[in-house]
Each structure stands twice: as C-alpha cells, then as structure tokens.
C-alpha cells in the first residue's frame, strides 16, 4: 500500500509539473494572440477612419465643385460670403471657406476676418506638376480664420488649434482662384475617438510626406523616429509593434487612395497590456490553488477507495448480496479473461448466455477499441490498483450506451481475478453535454439574456447584458427588470405587452431602456414565459439586441441617400438648363417673328385680320409650348413622396421630351420595339424619371465623337409572365469590360469631373432595387439594324407585376 501511494505522489508531482507548464505556455500564447487581436482591431479601425476621412475629403471636394456656379454667376461680395458662411451648416468638420485670387490673398470667406489676409501656398502637398485642380493639403494652421484678422505665431509641433487646410485650383473660364478649406480637425478625431472610447489609443492624421496635420495626442516632445517616417513615406498601410516616442506602441496606419492623408492609429503597449497581466497573475493563483487542491483529494479518495474495495472482496457473502441485488452492472473476471460470475442486469443488457465462454474483450457488444483496451488492461493489470473508465457499448437492443466502469483485483489461490463494475450514465452524458451547450451560448451569446422567476424577479444575466446595461450580476440578482425603465413607453404599451404575454406565452418588440449611467439604448426584445411538467409558470426568459448603432445608421443611410438623390438630380441641371434653352430659341423666335408682324400691321396696316389673328394664335401656341416645357422641368426636380401608379410608357416619353434637342443635334434617333405596348407600375413617378433620364443621358453620352452611321437608341417594353420588363439599348460599340462591373458604384464615372460624378447610375439602381422593388443589369449587345451589325451597352429592368 505504502508503494502504491508513492507512486500516487510521483505521478501526482510529474501532472502538477505538466500543468504548471502548460499554464505557463498558455499564457505565453494568449498574451501573443491577444497582441496580434489589438493588432488587428487597430488596423481594422485605421481602415475604417481612412476610409471616413476619404469620403469627408471626397465631399469637400465636391462642394469646391459646387462653388464653380456659385463664382461663375458674379454674385456680389456680401451674398458670396454669406452662401459660404451658410455652407457651414451643413458640414460641421470644415472650420472655414475661403476664396483665393490669383496672388493668393483671400478675396471671399466665410469668416470676414479672413480678408485680405495673404496665404503661404509654399507647404501645400502634392505640388500641381501637371494638372493645376488636383486638392493639396497645407501644414497645420496655414489659411486659418484668424480672431483679429492678423498673422499668429505657434511652435512647430504645436496641436493647441487641431486644424489643417486643404486647397483646390478652379479654372472659371476668365479667371482662375483658389478654394481653401480649413478642416476641423478636432470635430474628425473627436468623431473617431468617440467610435474608440479607449483613453489610451491616440488618432493622427499625417500628410503622405510624414507631416502631422491633426492629433489628439497633446504630450510635450511629441515626435516619431526616422524608421517610422520612412515606413509611411513608402507604404500605404502597416501594423504592427513599434517604438514610438520612445515607447512601446502597437501601432497601424492606412493611406488614402485619392488624397494625400495618412491616418494611423496607436495603442499604449503597456496599458493595453496592463489589465490582462493582471488578470493572468489571478488566474494563476486561482489555477494553482484549484490543481494543489484536487491533486489532495484525489489522493485521498484513491486511498480510501482502494482500501473499501480491498475489504468489500475479502466480505464474500456480504458481496454476492450486493452483486446480485446491486443496481450496478457487475461482473467477476478470471485471470484469463473469462467471465466468472455477471449479475442479470449485466447479463440481460448486453451478453447472450451462448457467448458466455468467450474472453470479455471478444464479446460483440464492445466496439473495436474498447476490445483493445480490456484485453490490454486484463493481461497487465497492475496489483492493488483500480481503473476507472467510461466505456461504449451495444445493448441486445441495438442501442449504445455509456457505461462508467471501475475495474479492482483481488487474488483468490494465487490466482488474480478482476471486479468490474459498471453504471449506465448513458442520460446523465446526454444531459451533461446539452447543460453545457446551453450554457456556453448563454454565456457568450451576443444577445443579453436575463431569466426571471415567475414573480419576475431577476434570477440570472448573461455577459451581455452586464455590458449592454452597466449592471453587474450582484446589482440586479433578485430586482425586477423595471429598474432598466426609461419612460418612453405609456403604461399601455407595458399593459398590452403583458397580455399577450400571458394569452400566448410569447411577447416580441422594440423598447427604449436606460442603462446604469442613465444613457437611453433601443433594444429588440424577446420575452418567453416557461412552464414546466405540470404547466405551471416558473420562468420568464427574455433576449433582447442593442439596436441603437443600428437605427441610427439607418437613419443616416436615409439621410445619404436622400443626399445623393438630389446630387442626381443636380448633376443634370445644367444639361437640363440647355436642352430648354434649345427647345425655346424655335418658339421664342417665332413669337418675335409674329410680334413683329403685328406691329408691322399696326403701323402700315399691311395684314388682314385674319392674318393677325394667326399671328395671334401662333403666339399663343408657343407661349403654350414654353409653359409647358417649364412644367416638365418643373416636375422632374419637384419632392415627390407619395406612391401612385403612373404608365412607364408615357414617363418615358416625358424623360426624352426634357433631353430631345440634345437628340436631335446629335442625330439621334429613339426606336420604341413595340409602339403600342405599356403599363402601369407603382412607384414615386419623379424617381423613375430621373433613372430614365440617367440611363438616356448615359446612351446620348456614349455617341459623342463617334462616327457612327444610323446613330440610334432602341426602347423595349413588355411584359412575360409575372415580369414587367424595360430594356434600353443603343449600337454606340458597347462598355469596356474593365468598367461594365463598376458601373453602378457610388462616385464611379469615366467622365470628365466636370460632366459626370459617378452617382448617376448608382443612385438608378439604388430606386429600382429599394423603391420600386426591381432589378436592373447591364450588359454588351450584338444585334443587327437595317441589315448591318451593331454592338451596344443594353440596360435592362425587371420590376414583378406585384408591385
């Protein structure tokens, strides 16, 4: 016995010894995954601000592009600076506008203490080598909108007034100015760190070249090694553990792809770090404490069972009670492996009585590796020990089961023989592996979770509520949800919301609730009552999402897409203003031709009143035309909201109406497939104008500077099956297949930016997809026209006939 212990002890030590270092590699793993998992999030977060920095600076350029009609029009000074001051409005992260002249003293801005003030162009990066326009980023406080109209002076690093300017050059045909933009940087970073809401992760925003342009990083002797500046002068994007102003920092950084700006991003090493130290140094105690501990009752009960198993064997008759009668399967075993003795529940489990001459490890119940294991352990079974094991087996029934068996020696005239007791925890397995299920999706569900009791008192909480709410498991255990209440809801809703609770067992909603700190959250709410065996009520389980982030993003997509539809629309403004100023030069002439006739006759009296009364009639039909020429477009930029049903052959009609003269002076001809075929769709009839009129433009657009006999755009509308169908396609030689895939990207255009901002077709089939429930493709056609062989781009919409 004394040996067996001491060998317990020895192998005892060598585990401890085995875990301990397993619990130190660990660590040492965690600690690098939990590097590499900052790692990526900041580069997942760089990536996201370059990207958001991208799209304010691609707005900003778009609004120096709106500027050119401002300045074109030579609106007086005071409503120039007043339109620029209102255009501040409605972009909170630019600081000031200002116009520049040709000497680069500011003429107009938004701040009329800019005036006059004289600007140094000489740091603004890229330098204009060949085209004059392209945007340039200046050096922190360059250009800014002064208090008393008067230079300051400031330290080279700086960042007490977090701004930068960017400056763009417009050709307005007589003149060229400048457009400077003075950023405000602290609204960008203060936007980004809000996004973080981690004290010690740092945002900058760097020009290409290395400089720093905005920070929220105040430390004094702020500075980056030259390592660092070669890295981002030679690469877009980077990641990884750097030394920063001489510290330990993860660091990543990302390019903008159009635009001269870095952003990177920096995470302190050691307080990142810090709290999973300490967290580790417990969960090493605790480890420590929990392995001593087991390893000292596992000793103990080994002991004491060995020596209750000794003894049971020596009590024969006390055992032969227990063997039979016993609700165990058992069975005594000889040296050889035969069955010696096996109780019934044994037996008429698992063993037919024809096989009882066979090795236990032969027997067909057991599976392939069970067999090998019994015979290994049977032929070198070591002396004084016992063998727990759980085992698989078949029943006679054909069904397997888990057997937990413990295997003991004892000698009978020199001979060993071996007790092997089994307990069928076929259930308890069964119910052990879905507790653990269900509590592993409980515990890392990204839903919060709260349990009740039938009283609705707080019984138990998930991870994620503790984080939704700010409340800790101790702080609600026992208290009933209602401390989550925010008031927005009437007594009513809570009235209603119970009835159906208790009627049908199941409630599901969106609530405002309040958090810990007394912010208010919308969350997506399930509530389910649970009733037992006896169908009482012992349980109310509710899950619930914080949809917050989600209802504000659409709400901000609503509001982008409102945006871009009106840049559409605005985009082919001065196509429009021309086509009516073509359609009106014919029936202006005409009355100028009869006005003068009239006046003709009424000085010489030289026409019949019949003949004035044309004259008249003809003035008044073309006064008529002009009239309703200014309806059409009129309504084509009027706010529609409303769904009506409106025929797609006569809006189409209306969208080339408001484009004909451009038509007809590019000889271009429109061919309908089939004149006499239309019908009605459901829909905002201004919204599919405006696709109609993107995809027109887009066919007229494709002729330009083409020799092309027969120049023609075909109309096909029809209708198959439950499909309602609209194709429009010319023979102008088809996209190239290097731009057909990109055709309906936001901001995608092969036009001049003075022509085309690429949001055209994007917002096209934004309409048709989410508006009017279609689809829309585009692809290259060959077909043949008055016997010769064309090919062209084909735009194709599919709307159901449901809609």
């Avoid at 760097?206 to 390592?227: A, I, P, Q, Y």
């Avoid at 580790?280 to 000793?299: E, N």
């Avoid at 000794?310 to 165990?328: A, T």
């Avoid at 020696?409 to 069928?424: N, R, W």
Wanted: charged content about 25%.
């Amino acid at each position: 016995m004394k040996f067996t212990v001491t060998r317990i002890i020895i192998v005892s030590l060598f585990i401890i010894f085995l875990v301990i270092s397993g619990v130190f590699f660990s660590i040492s793993i965690l600690k690098d995954e939990t590097i590499k998992t900052h790692l990526k999030l900041i580069q997942l977060y760089s990536s996201i601000f370059v990207d958001n920095l991208t799209k304010t600076v691609n707005g900003m350029d778009l609004l120096t592009d709106n500027l050119v009609v401002l300045l074109k029009n030579e609106q007086n000074e005071e409503f120039i600076n007043s339109r620029l001051y209102e255009l501040l409005k409605d972009n909170l992260e630019i600081r000031s506008i200002n116009i520049l002249d040709e000497k680069n003293r500011v003429i107009y801005s938004s701040n009329e203490l800019n005036k006059n003030l004289l600007i140094n162009l000489e740091t603004f990066y890229p330098l204009p080598i060949y085209e004059k326009n392209i945007l340039r980023v200046g050096n922190t406080k360059e250009g800014r909108d002064f208090y008393n109209g008067k230079n300051i002076t400031y330290l080279k690093n700086s960042l007490d007034i977090n701004f930068f300017p960017i400056l763009r050059e417009i050709d307005l045909g007589t003149k060229k100015i400048k457009v400077l933009i003075a950023v405000n940087g602290d609204f960008l970073l203060n936007r980004y760190n809000s996004f973080l809401n981690i004290e010690h992760c740092y945002i900058d925003i760097l020009k290409v070249d290395g400089t720093l342009l905005s920070s929220n990083d105040f430390r004094e002797n702020f500075s980056m090694n030259k390592e660092l500046l070669s890295l981002i002068k030679e690469k877009n994007s980077y990641s990884g553990v750097v030394n920063f102003d001489k510290q330990k920092t993860i660091l990543s950084f990302n390019s903008t792809i159009n635009y001269p700006f870095v952003v990177m991003v920096r995470l302190d090493f050691n307080k990142t770090l810090q709290t999973w130290e300490e967290k580790s140094q417990t969960f090493l105690i605790t480890i420590f404490a929990l392995l001593i501990l087991s390893i000292v009752l596992i000793i103990f009960w080994l002991y004491t069972y060995n020596k209750k198993i000794n003894k049971e064997v020596s009590l024969n008759n006390k055992f032969k009670i227990l063997f039979e009668q016993s609700s165990f399967y058992a069975m005594i075993i000889n040296f050889n492996g035969k069955i010696v003795e096996i109780n019934n529940s044994f037996l008429s489990t698992f063993f037919s009585e024809k096989e009882l001459d066979k090795n236990i490890w032969d027997y067909s119940c057991w599976l392939e590796n069970e067999k090998i294991w019994l015979e290994k352990i049977i032929k070198t079974f070591p002396q004084d020990e016992k063998i727990q094991r759980e085992l698989n087996i078949i029943g006679l029934d054909g069904n397997q089961k888990v057997l937990e068996v413990v295997i003991s020696s004892f000698e009978i005239d020199g001979h060993l023989e071996y007790v092997l007791i089994a307990l069928d925890i076929t259930l308890k397995k069964q119910r052990e592996k879905e507790l653990k299920n269900a509590h592993i999706v409980f515990e890392n569900a990204h839903d919060g979770i709260v349990v009740t009791d039938e009283n609705v008192n707080i019984v138990n909480v998930n991870k994620a509520f503790e984080t939704n709410t700010g409340y800790n498991f101790d702080e609600v255990i026992g208290k009933n949800p209602n401390i989550l209440k925010s008031g927005f809801q009437e007594e009513d809703f809570y009235k209603n919301m119970w009835q159906q609770l208790i009627e049908t067992g199941y409630w599901e909603g969106e609530l405002t609730n309040k958090n810990k700190e007394g912010e208010f959250y919308i969350e997506r709410i399930k509530i389910n009552a649970v009733y037992n065996e006896e169908k009482k009520l012992t349980n109310y389980i509710a899950v619930f999402s914080d949809i917050t982030l989600q209802k504000e993003q659409e709400k901000l997509l609503q509001e982008k897409e409102k945006l871009l539809f009106q840049q559409s629309k605005l985009s082919a403004m001065g196509e429009m203003i021309g086509n009516i100023a073509h359609q009106w030069r014919q029936p202006l002439s005409v009355i100028s031709s009869s006005t003068s006739a009239i006046k003709l006759h009424h000085e010489e009296d030289f026409y019949s009143k019949e003949e004035i009364k044309d004259f008249v009639e003809v003035i008044l039909n073309s006064t008529k035309y002009l009239s309703n020429t200014i309806d059409d477009f009129r309504n084509f930029y009027k706010e529609d909201s409303e769904k009506s049903d409106f025929d797609v052959k006569a809006a189409i009609n209306n969208s080339l109406n408001l484009i004909k003269t451009e038509l007809v002076k590019q000889n271009i001809e429109i061919v309908f497939i089939d004149e006499d075929c239309s019908f009605d769709i459901k829909g905002i009839r201004n919204q599919f104008l405006q696709v109609m009129m993107n995809i027109l433009i887009n066919a007229k657009d494709a002729f330009f500077d083409k020799e092309i006999e027969n120049k023609t755009i075909f109309i096909d509308i029809y209708q198959k099956d439950d499909k309602k169908v609209i194709k429009i396609y010319d023979n102008a030689g088809g996209i190239k297949e290097d731009v057909i895939n990109h055709i309906f990207e936001p901001y995608f255009t092969t036009k001049h930016k003075s022509v085309g901002t690429g949001i055209g077709l994007y917002m096209s089939e934004e309409i048709i997809t989410k508006q009017l429930n279609g689809q829309i493709f585009v692809s290259n056609r060959i077909f043949t026209y008055k016997n010769k062989e064309y090919t062209g781009a084909e735009f194709k919409i599919i709307i159901k006939k449901c809609n």
